[in-house]
């Protein structure tokens, strides 16, 4: 057997097969008498059949597996002797003659295969990389206080609207290419529209035109609608909003009970250590996402200064044909979304590669650790005391030998992910800078 690459590009090529009658003849030969040793055939007694009359029923069928399987082991050791790092798997290349398993004797084999090319991750220069800290911002901190006190006000529903309403219903186009279930605040809406909400009952449909009554910002109007503030912003046109329900909001004031049911009983016994409170709690959220988004710089830094071509074509050829799954992916579909696809493959390869250099790993008892912190942190005071190690082992355990392994996986990865990170960190250079929380916001979206 004879096996050889064409390397069409520094990423792509064909792989051939050669196979003469010599490599898979005893092979052939051997499964023939095996099928006569099992055969029950009218005339014969078991196991007697003749081998001339096996091949003759089904040597076409045993010679077919038999080529196909010598072609398959050939090919994978063809692939660890030159070590490649296929992408996908290698497509058969149909010959331009149907295959013969009867008489013909010699067989050629073709598979296209797409891999990855020799590449240098740069990080011996640290590049770099912004970290973005969010400046103190007392409209949000207004805000956050405003939102406890809507939060844990209370509440009443009304038969008619009014400017200190939330109505909760379907939002439509009228051309129809947008329909989502939406709470709409009235008194957010510009003033100039607040009048076209107010005095309106259940089941009443408003009409309007949503570029003149909401106006740019429109995060704070809508809420939940799964929309980027680009997106909502972008809106134009004939609107209609059909009301399902009208909450009325009355604001709790800032009180003991209010601290109390925010921040437990007697955490926090004035004003002053309540909004100092929601600030350090903004700045420890504030936190979370600055090394969130540092992180997906520093992702978005190295895929762009890493020199790895991937072989697009191929994998758009593999996807389109299903992945090795049944279901083939539409093309509309594989277009919009093969550009995501190859940017996180290409991280993926990367972010291997370190890890197999650096001799990064996460041990079983790390992954037990984390499983157990996590249901700590959900639970909180909830465990008693003494019995609070056992039963966190006893989840843990449970939790990672549950879904088929999967849970384990996927904390396994989390875990594996932050530690090549720190890893990153160490190697870019931070650039810091100071924008505020609506900077921040638009960066999250782009």
Known sequence: MKVNIDRKSNNEGVITINLEEKDYKEAFENKLKEYG?????????????????????????????????????????????EKLQLLGDPIVIPPETPLDFGDQKDFELKFEVGYVPEYDIPLTKKPKVNYYQIKEDKDLLDQTIQNLKDQFGDRSEPEKTAVEDVIYGELKSVDGSITKNAGIKIQDIQKKGQDTFIGKSKEELVEFKIDKIFGKDRSGILGNLGMSDKELSGLKGDFSFKIDSITRLKPAEINQELFDKVFGKDAIKSEEEFVERVKQDLEKSNEVEQRNQFFRDIKK???????LELPREFLKKWLKN????????PEDQLEKELPDYLDQLKWNIITNRIREEQSIEVKPEEVKDETKRLFESQLGQNFPTEQKEGLLDQFADNYLKENEGKNFSTIFNSLMERKIMTFLEDNVTKVEKKVNHKEFKKLLEG
């Open 322 to 329: 299903g992945a090795g799954q049944d279901t083939k992916i």
């Open 301 to 307: 830094t190295l895929n762009e200064s890493t020199k």
């Open 37 to 81: 040793k099992k055969m029950n055939l009218k005339g014969f007694r078991p196991g007697k059949v003749p081998v001339g009359l096996v091949n003759k029923m089904y040597g076409r069928s045993i010679k077919a597996d038999e080529i196909n399987q010598k072609a398959s082991h050939g090919l994978e050791d063809f692939i660890k002797q």
